[in-house]
Protein backbone atom coordinates (compact mmCIF):
# COMPACT_ATOMS: atom_id res chain seq x y z
CA UNK A 1 0.00 0.00 0.00
CA UNK A 2 1.66 3.30 -0.89
CA UNK A 3 0.46 6.09 1.52
CA UNK A 4 1.09 9.42 0.33
CA UNK A 5 0.74 12.82 2.86
CA UNK A 6 -1.11 15.51 1.68
CA UNK A 7 -0.39 19.56 3.35
CA UNK A 8 -0.58 23.03 2.44
CA UNK A 9 -4.05 23.37 2.15
CA UNK A 10 -6.17 26.42 2.75
CA UNK A 11 -8.25 29.38 2.35
CA UNK A 12 -7.09 31.79 -0.27
CA UNK A 13 -8.93 34.46 -2.31
CA UNK A 14 -9.39 34.16 -5.41
CA UNK A 15 -6.76 35.36 -7.95
CA UNK A 16 -4.22 34.15 -5.07
CA UNK A 17 -1.66 30.56 -4.86
CA UNK A 18 -0.99 28.17 -2.93
CA UNK A 19 1.37 25.31 -2.64
CA UNK A 20 0.35 21.90 -2.03
CA UNK A 21 3.07 19.45 -1.04
CA UNK A 22 2.86 15.41 -0.88
CA UNK A 23 5.09 13.11 0.68
CA UNK A 24 5.43 9.25 0.79
CA UNK A 25 5.03 7.24 3.91
CA UNK A 26 7.20 4.57 4.50
CA UNK A 27 8.42 4.92 0.83
CA UNK A 28 10.56 7.53 -1.48
CA UNK A 29 8.18 9.53 -3.59
CA UNK A 30 11.55 9.85 -6.00
CA UNK A 31 10.86 6.77 -7.99
CA UNK A 32 7.25 6.87 -8.61
CA UNK A 33 5.14 8.75 -10.59
CA UNK A 34 2.49 10.97 -8.44
CA UNK A 35 -0.40 12.67 -9.17
CA UNK A 36 -2.47 15.04 -8.33
CA UNK A 37 -6.74 14.73 -8.05
CA UNK A 38 -9.66 16.74 -6.37
CA UNK A 39 -12.58 16.23 -5.34
CA UNK A 40 -15.38 19.31 -5.35
CA UNK A 41 -18.44 18.99 -3.35
CA UNK A 42 -21.18 17.20 -4.57
CA UNK A 43 -19.12 16.29 -7.42
CA UNK A 44 -16.64 12.92 -9.00
CA UNK A 45 -13.09 13.84 -8.12
CA UNK A 46 -10.93 14.63 -11.21
CA UNK A 47 -7.54 14.27 -12.16
CA UNK A 48 -5.37 17.57 -12.30
CA UNK A 49 -1.87 17.01 -12.79
CA UNK A 50 0.79 13.77 -13.12
CA UNK A 51 4.12 13.87 -13.33
CA UNK A 52 6.26 10.34 -14.78
CA UNK A 53 8.90 9.11 -12.45
CA UNK A 54 11.19 8.11 -15.61
CA UNK A 55 11.75 11.66 -16.98
CA UNK A 56 9.60 14.23 -15.44
CA UNK A 57 7.11 14.66 -18.05
CA UNK A 58 3.55 16.73 -17.16
CA UNK A 59 0.60 16.46 -17.62
CA UNK A 60 -2.27 18.60 -16.42
CA UNK A 61 -6.61 18.87 -17.24
CA UNK A 62 -7.26 21.73 -19.60
CA UNK A 63 -8.77 23.29 -16.40
CA UNK A 64 -5.50 24.05 -14.69
CA UNK A 65 -2.84 24.47 -17.23
CA UNK A 66 -0.91 27.95 -17.34
CA UNK A 67 -1.93 27.71 -13.85
CA UNK A 68 -0.73 24.84 -11.89
CA UNK A 69 2.79 23.73 -12.15
CA UNK A 70 3.88 20.27 -10.89
CA UNK A 71 7.77 19.62 -9.49
CA UNK A 72 9.71 17.33 -8.01
CA UNK A 73 12.30 18.49 -4.55
CA UNK A 74 14.59 15.30 -4.64
CA UNK A 75 16.02 16.74 -1.76
CA UNK A 76 13.10 16.34 0.61
CA UNK A 77 11.49 13.16 -1.47
CA UNK A 78 8.11 15.70 -1.99
CA UNK A 79 6.37 16.01 -5.06
CA UNK A 80 4.68 19.89 -5.38
CA UNK A 81 1.77 21.48 -6.77
CA UNK A 82 2.21 24.82 -7.11
CA UNK A 83 -1.06 27.23 -7.96
CA UNK A 84 -1.37 29.95 -8.97
CA UNK A 85 -4.82 32.47 -10.14
CA UNK A 86 -6.46 30.29 -7.84
CA UNK A 87 -10.67 30.52 -8.94
CA UNK A 88 -13.92 29.44 -6.96
CA UNK A 89 -13.71 26.64 -9.04
CA UNK A 90 -10.49 24.96 -7.75
CA UNK A 91 -11.91 24.99 -4.49
CA UNK A 92 -11.96 21.12 -3.19
CA UNK A 93 -10.07 18.28 -1.42
CA UNK A 94 -6.53 17.71 -3.06
CA UNK A 95 -5.50 14.24 -3.34
CA UNK A 96 -2.19 12.83 -4.40
CA UNK A 97 -1.24 9.47 -5.51
CA UNK A 98 1.60 7.16 -6.19
CA UNK A 99 1.66 4.85 -8.73
CA UNK A 100 5.02 2.51 -9.82
CA UNK A 101 3.80 0.76 -13.02
CA UNK A 102 1.64 3.17 -15.11
CA UNK A 103 3.88 4.63 -18.31
CA UNK A 104 2.60 7.69 -18.87
CA UNK A 105 1.28 10.66 -16.48
CA UNK A 106 -1.80 11.16 -18.95
CA UNK A 107 -2.48 7.67 -18.01
CA UNK A 108 -2.52 8.28 -14.74
CA UNK A 109 -4.45 11.02 -14.76
CA UNK A 110 -7.79 9.81 -15.45
CA UNK A 111 -10.71 9.96 -13.21
CA UNK A 112 -10.62 6.23 -13.32
CA UNK A 113 -7.63 5.93 -11.52
CA UNK A 114 -7.53 3.84 -8.10
CA UNK A 115 -4.38 4.23 -5.70
CA UNK A 116 -3.09 1.04 -4.27
CA UNK A 117 -4.97 0.61 -1.26
CA UNK A 118 -6.72 3.77 -0.30
CA UNK A 119 -6.79 7.84 -1.02
CA UNK A 120 -4.92 9.51 1.80
CA UNK A 121 -6.65 12.34 3.74
CA UNK A 122 -6.04 15.43 0.87
CA UNK A 123 -6.38 18.63 2.18
CA UNK A 124 -8.55 21.51 1.68
CA UNK A 125 -8.07 24.60 -0.77
CA UNK A 126 -10.73 27.48 -0.65
CA UNK A 127 -11.05 29.47 -3.08
CA UNK A 128 -12.98 32.57 -1.56
CA UNK A 129 -13.77 36.24 -0.95
Known amino acids: QLQVVESGGGLVQPGGSLRLSCAGS????????VGWFRQAPGKAREAISCISKSDGSTYFADSVKGRFTLSRDYSNHLVYLQMNSLKPEDTGVYYC??????????????????????WGQGTQVTVSS
Open 97 to 118: AADYNIPNPQDMCVPTFQPFGS
Open 26 to 33: GFTLDYYN
